[in-house]
């Protein structure tokens, strides 16, 4: 169980918490290609590229690395490239195709570590490294840098960020079964799983699309639950109240932590009503956690709501 709390401070510490803030105000990254996107919606967890040839979309994505991630952790920040990309291509109801990558290093650095991390991720999840780009400086103080791209495909049915309505359920599907790493907000169900179940849970996401259960769907990425949320409510033009009493929790963790944790397979979903009984059979027999959490509305902010009391964060 999570520790009691004032649920207002809870508002209050999640409204200053640097991710969430950087989540909230995330449009500021990709307004500069706002005239020269040729039409293509900006915002979403890929780009979704209209197909001619198969009627379906072609999906592409980047992630960077922080430079402190990199140092602290290099196996899995190289790990992590790999598997944040493919959780993208899943939230919008796609299957990958390949990865790419971009290292940046000097000549007296080793990368060993982050290609070892980065092949364990290509093998567990069946998606090939098909090369990149490694710029090698004569001499440097920066710290390696590293960023990986991926390319994917969706068929008719997207899930995008832009289609919450106001009466749709909010739902998590998400993968308890893990535990943090080392003293990071990153809860780890990837590297501990066998590869034939993290191919089968990522495949869930495109499957659900092509039910036609969902429509809506954001990975639960850097910021956690309430910085995707942020991020949801604004592409969709919604609010949404968030029910903490049906939130699923680890043991021993306070809400401030677990509400700004990043999964390594965490999905915000927008349902409907009629949909939810078959979207939690769609996940819960493959070991993933699908519950009810809230409720979207036409507010356009975030309200918390814990027993009988609510706070409005955004």
């Not at 893990?178 to 501990?192: D, I, L, M, Q, V």
């Not at 709501?305 to 609510?310: H, I, L, N, V």
Request: proline residues 6%; contains cysteine; aromatic residues 8%.
């Amino acid at each position: 169980m999570a520790e009691s709390f004032d649920l207002y401070q809870l508002a209050e510490a999640l409204s200053s918490h640097p991710a969430i803030i950087e989540k909230a105000s995330i449009q500021s990254a990709y307004l500069p290609a706002a005239e020269v996107n040729q039409g293509i919606p900006l915002g979403d967890d890929c780009a979704a590229i209209p197909d001619p040839e198969t009627g379906g979309h072609l999906l592409f994505a980047a992630e960077g690395m922080l430079a402190s991630f990199v140092a602290d952790d290099p196996w899995f920040a190289g790990y992590s490239a790999v598997m944040v990309n493919l959780s993208d291509i899943a939230a919008m109801g796609g299957r990958p195709i390949a990865i790419t990558n971009v290292i940046w290093k000097n000549k007296t650095q080793s990368v060993d570590a982050i290609w070892e991390g980065m092949r364990a991720a290509s093998q567990a999840y069946n998606v090939p490294i098909v090369g990149g780009h490694t710029t090698q400086l004569d001499n440097s103080d920066n710290p390696v840098h590293l960023a990986a791209a991926v390319l994917g495909r969706a068929g008719r049915h997207l899930l995008t960020s832009f289609d919450a309505q106001p009466g749709d359920r909010l739902t998590i599907a998400i993968d308890m079964n893990g535990a943090y790493r080392k003293e990071k907000p990153f809860w780890n169900a990837s590297t501990t799983t066998e590869p034939a179940q993290l191919q089968r849970t990522l495949a869930l996401l495109p499957e659900l699309a092509e039910k036609g259960l969902c429509k809506t769907a954001k990975d639960i990425s850097n910021g956690g639950i309430i910085g995707t949320l942020a991020m949801l409510i604004h592409s969709s033009g919604v609010g949404a109240t968030l029910e903490l009493d049906s939130l699923p929790i680890p043991a021993e963790t306070s809400w401030l932590k677990w509400l700004t944790s990043f999964p390594s397979y965490g999905y915000l979903l927008a349902i409907p009503a009629a949909n939810l009984a078959s979207t939690k059979t769609h996940f819960s027999p493959h070991g993933i956690n699908f519950a009810e959490i809230g409720t979207f509305n036409k507010s356009g902010k975030i309200t918390i709501r814990k027993d009988t009391e609510e706070a409005e964060f955004i």
